[in-house]
């Protein structure tokens, strides 16, 4: 006997589809609901921060030309600023004759210290040398001691010399002298006269260098790719080797910072899910990171719609809100936000 089973299963699909769609409306009243009543945090002062990265000047100088304004994007190696560096033509050729002499006297260190020492015997001198003589000997003793204090003649030499105007000046007085003969003694140089003239040619290579590298340092790149702020500086400044001169944000590490006091900051957890408004556009993101409270910096809490803001000098806290990974160009560092985060759930 055949049983038609037919309405049977028509009662079943309709009744369950109805009971499908009643589920499903109850599932999304659920949700309805408990997203209209799920607390919030709502932080209005939120905004852009990222890891800032300070350009400084490479000589001292004066800033001649700034080529970038103020919160302008820049690019790795784009020139952001000209120098005029204080360094002549004439302080390199000091500084290159200054490393000759260092040098030279290096040489003469290695060479040994040559001593005159005196021999019996001498040229003789006859008595009655006429004033003429004298001031020959004179001239000619003054002459060596010029060449001699230039490094031309060595101090033998210049011994003889003076040896020979103190015969004939002695002559001249009626007596009849003998001048004395010399010899050559040369001394080895002890270690430490040739480390220290070692040492006096790298100092005059360091500062001839430096001063050449700082006469190419006319102009500042940028050494990252951001947006970049002013200093204090600016056109016509007097600038220090090393000074800060602009800041860069790191266009390639931003993030939304929060500020939250002591109290907000123990509703707030690592991964966190943080709905944001930055320019109009809605935005999500999840806590990266939270900083532990400090009070040295004095900052004021984020202002939130669940709690007043925190007095001066209470204890601050950061927390890192993630960006998405296609954010645009216009989101850069101290854009503002407004923030939401929520409490429960």
Known sequence: MEVDISKKVNRIVVFGLAGIV????????????????????????????????SVKAQAPGTIEEILVADGD??????????IKVKVSDEQIKQLEQSLDLAKKHYTEVLAGTTVAKPVSGGT????????????????????????????????????QAE????????????????????????????????????????????ALDTAKKNMEATEITAPIAGTLY????????????????????DA????????????????????????????????????????????????????TENAPAADAGA??????VSLPSDVSDDIKPGVAAIARIALNG
Not at 27 to 51: E, G, N
Not at 240 to 245: C, F, L, T, V, Y
Not at 285 to 301: F, W
Not at 315 to 320: A, E, F, G, Q
Request: aromatic share 6%; proline share 3%; glycine share 6%.
């Open 22 to 53: 009643a589920a499903a409306l109850i599932c999304s009243a659920a949700v309805w609901f408990w997203h209209s009543h799920r607390a919030y945090m709502t932080v209005k002062d939120a905004k852009i921060a990222s890891t800032m990265v």
């Open 73 to 82: 994007a820049v690019s790795p190696g784009e020139v952001i600023a000209k």
């Open 124 to 159: 003789a001198v006859d008595a009655g040398a006429s004033q003429a003589d004298v001031d020959r000997a004179a001239k000619t003793r003054d002459r060596m001691q010029q060449l001699y204090a230039i490094g031309a003649i060595s101090a033998v030499r210049y011994q």
């Open 163 to 206: 040896a020979q105007y103190e015969a004939v000046a002695a002559a001249a007085g009626g007596s009849q002298e003998s001048a004395p003969s010399y010899e050559s003694v040369s001394t080895p140089s002890s270690p430490e006269a040739i480390k220290a003239a070692q040492t006096q040619i790298n100092q005059a290579q360091l």
């Open 230 to 249: 002013y200093t204090e500086a600016k056109a016509g400044t007097d600038i220090a080797e090393g000074q800060p001169i602009f800041n860069i944000g």
């Open 252 to 303: 390639a590490n931003i993030w939304l910072e929060l500020s939250l006091t002591k109290e907000q900051k123990d509703a707030v957890r690592l991964g966190q899910f943080v709905s944001y408004t930055i320019d109009g556009k809605d935005m999500q993101g999840t806590v990266l990171d939270i900083e532990e409270p400090k009070a040295a910096e004095q900052s004021d809490a984020g202002a």
């Open 315 to 320: 204890d601050t806290v950061k927390v890192k």
